[in-house]
């Protein structure tokens, strides 16, 4: 088994609950209304699974350092945390079909997703759910998109401000926050290919100052979904309060780790 300072921390993780809670606690909600909107959408009776399968989902994905694709079962390294549970799951899954190729293991979210697919009046009327709760958000948190064009380069302003407010320091165009554990926490950006912003141009990286080289790295559209599900909605897309909304959620998101880990080490 791999030895490396940045898992042995990780492992003390409180947990997917105890984090989105403290997110929530800082005005942030998406990530709950989609939730409830799967437990709504596949039955009240099965709350207790999803909430067990996003759990055990989040649980890989932290111990093992982002290195694993849970609904597949592959790990890229050997796993400090393996979900039985999980498992399980995958070893009775009987309902994939093109073109998904790595869907959910639970059957109500892939019967979810595959309706988004295939079903376009469904699709929109899930899509204009989404639109409604960021905007609501937007407003509440009072989101100023003063300064934004679209552009990469303009995103930099918005992300010193969030990641500063946070006591995040700033190297360049690199934030760090140095936790006493020795756990060092970076937000940046990709900068490269269109200069517009297609998606979220973030990019947020854990390791431990020990072992710098070994990185639990997470970016794209999405780089809190497996460990708080329904936080994708903050991606990239939409009109520029959305897109500013996501920028400033994200970077809450990952500080509320940051704290959720150093407490627990």
Known sequence: MEDHPLLTALANWPGRVSTQLAFEARGFALHRAWQNRMIEFWGENQADLLNRYWDEVALETMRCAGKVLSETRYFGIEPKYRSA????????????????????????????????????????????????????????????????????????????????????????????KNLDCGLVFEVSTDLGGSPYCT??????RISHADDPAFVFELGGNEPFNQLVDGSRLYGGGGDASEFVLGIRANIELFDVIAVSLESSQ
């Open 85 to 176: 549970f999980l498992d399980e799951l995958f070893a009775v899954r009987d309902f994939v079909e093109p073109p998904f190729q790595a869907p959910p293991l639970v059957r109500g979210l892939y019967e979810h997703l595959n309706k988004t697919w295939f079903d376009r009046e469904f699709a929109n009327s899930e899509l204009a759910f989404i639109r409604m709760q960021k905007r609501r958000e937007g407003e509440r948190l009072g989101i100023q998109t003063t300064g934004w064009t679209g552009k990469k380069r303009d995103v930099l302003p918005f992300i010193d401000e969030f990641s500063s407010a946070l006591a995040f320091k700033r190297r360049r165009n690199r934030w760090h």
């Open 199 to 204: 998606q979220m141009p973030l990019m947020f």
